[in-house]
């Protein structure tokens, strides 16, 4: 009798628990309908707030960085990476950025910084009690001399932009620097900023959600730790300046390529498709220089992307070790099929065999 009591008595209080279970998931399913109502509440108004203050012209476009979007690891460590070279280059002057946009948005690191750098000298007010105005001033000198040394006007960045303690502006022009002057800490490749692009129509203002990229696949060094030059060359004048003449330029290579390799059954089809293993690039500088080299020292038929730009380093080799001329092509270039880079190489080969 007592055990069946017991086992009556259970039941009610399992259904009670339940009960009080699904009252209190319901509690939670509201609170967090009322939090994402409260933020979307929230992330409107600041849209709104950041519209108001934008004073957009009818068909201007601005970017604003999203909310948190500096926190992201691969941010974190670029802006790591970019204030570690500052403070290096700038230590004997002890000046020392903690900020990236707080130290850098009026121009004075970034005129020490040029001056280290460039060995130039930026005229400029002290520091001590400078205007806004003055701030401006200075940060519209440097920025001329930034695209005197870049030998560009970069539209990522302007004296606005930088004014404002705009991140994304400030990151570019870093990156720009560090690459310019070969940082020697390597900047994390294809850096991506959260962003949102904001347009300004005559009826509305139209928000679009963008990644801004900050980094790509960095340049490197080479294996004797030389840089590619950054000076522009003949073929940046070819492709830039005279685009019509590209593919009279590229027969020339395929007909050069051709009377050496067609020979080992190795002729041209496509230029950036044949040379982009790396292997005649091989074989066509053993030809010209009259030597075998034999297959354990190169991949004959490479499938990866690894592979391939072991061939190209090593034809590379075989180039430096017959006196060509360093270019500024890069191995992965010739790997990913940039017409460019491979022609830019064959043509150093080009230049040295054109009348064997």
């Known amino acids: 009798m007592t055990e069946t009591v017991a086992e009556d008595y259970k039941y009610p209080t399992l259904t009670l628990s339940k009960q009080r279970k699904e009252k209190k998931e319901e509690k939670d399913e509201v609170q967090v309908l009322e939090q994402e109502g409260l933020e979307a509440i929230t992330i409107r108004k600041r849209q709104d707030d950041e519209d108001a203050s934008l004073e957009l012209q009818t068909g201007e476009r601005k970017t604003l960085v999203r909310p948190h979007a500096l926190e992201a690891p691969d941010v974190v460590q670029l802006t790591s990476v970019l204030m570690n070279w500052i403070n290096e280059v700038l230590a004997d002057r002890r000046v020392i950025v903690r900020h990236i946009r707080d130290d850098l948005f009026d121009g004075q ?29 200075k940060l519209k000198a440097v920025l001329k001399e930034v695209s005197k040394i ?50 300004s129509d005559t009826t509305r203002i139209v928000h679009r959600d963008i990644l801004e990229e900050l980094t790509g696949e960095e340049v490197i060094p080479d294996e004797d730790g030389e840089w590619p030059s950054t000076e522009p060359d003949v073929f940046d ?31 041209i089809k496509n230029l950036e498709d044949d040379y982009q293993d790396g292997t005649r690039f091989i074989i066509l500088m053993s030809a010209l220089e009259g030597y075998f080299v034999p297959m354990c020292y190169y991949y004959p038929s490479p499938k990866t992307t690894k592979e391939m730009t072991e061939n190209v380093q090593h034809a590379m080799k075989l180039m430096k070790e017959a006196g060509l001329k360093k270019t500024k092509a890069q191995a992965k270039e010739i790997v990913e099929k940039d017409p460019k880079a491979i022609m830019r190489l064959l043509y150093n080969v080009f230049h040295k065999y054109k009348n064997l």
């Open 150 to 199: 870049l030998k560009t006007d970069n539209p990522k960045w302007s004296v606005d932009s930088i004014h404002s303690r705009d991140p994304i502006a400030i990151l570019h022009l870093l990156v720009a620097l560090a690459r310019h002057f070969h940082c020697p800490y390597p900047l994390p490749h294809n850096v991506k900023l959260r962003a949102i692009e904001v347009t």
């Open 237 to 267: 004048t070819l492709f830039d300046s005279a685009p019509e003449k590209v593919e009279t330029v590229k027969q020339s290579l395929v007909n050069f390529s051709d009377r050496h390799l067609t020979p080992l059954d190795l002729g």
């Open 109 to 137: 690191v970034l005129s020490e910084l040029l001056e280290e750098l460039a060995s130039v000298k930026i005229e400029h007010q002290p520091y001590v009690g400078l205007s806004t105005q003055m701030q401006r001033l």
